[in-house]
Nanobody
Framework: QVQLVESGGGLVQPGGSLRLSCGAS????????MNWYRQAPGKARELVAS????????TYADSVKGRFTISRDNAKNTVYLQMNSLKPEDTAVYHC?????????WGQGTQVTVSS
């Protein structure tokens, strides 16, 4: 049974940092394209960052480029999203996603709130 479990969300002031973690079981993260999505209330789901399968190639949404970093720890079977210089518009539920071929798995999400 595949499980993706996100953690690390919370309340942070503008300009602050958070690191989200996505721990995987039932799959190996290096074998999947790993993605972080976010969804704010009343808005469409947005792909924030991706790390390609079996490589370290990363891509980012323009809205987070230069502020967020996605990484993968194969030994811990975990994917991270380091978020710096956070803005109120980064407030959303952040979901981890693993995708390869027809396989598509999601975590339950973690809330990130950026507010003073």
């Amino acid at each position: 049974q595949v499980q993706l479990v996100e953690s690390g969300g919370g309340l942070v002031q503008p300009g602050g940092s958070l690191r989200l973690s996505c721990g995987a079981s039932g799959l190996t993260v290096i074998s999947y394209a790993m993605n972080w999505y976010r969804q704010a209330p009343g808005k469409a789901r947005e792909l924030v960052a991706s790390i390609a399968r079996a490589t370290t190639i990363t891509t980012y949404a323009d809205s987070v480029k230069g502020r967020f970093t996605i990484s993968r720890d194969n030994a811990k079977n975990t994917v991270y999203l380091q978020m710096n210089s956070l803005k109120p518009e980064d407030t959303a539920v952040y979901h981890c996603n693993a995708r390869w071929g027809i396989s598509d798995y999601w975590g339950q999400g973690t809330q990130v709130t950026v507010s003073s």
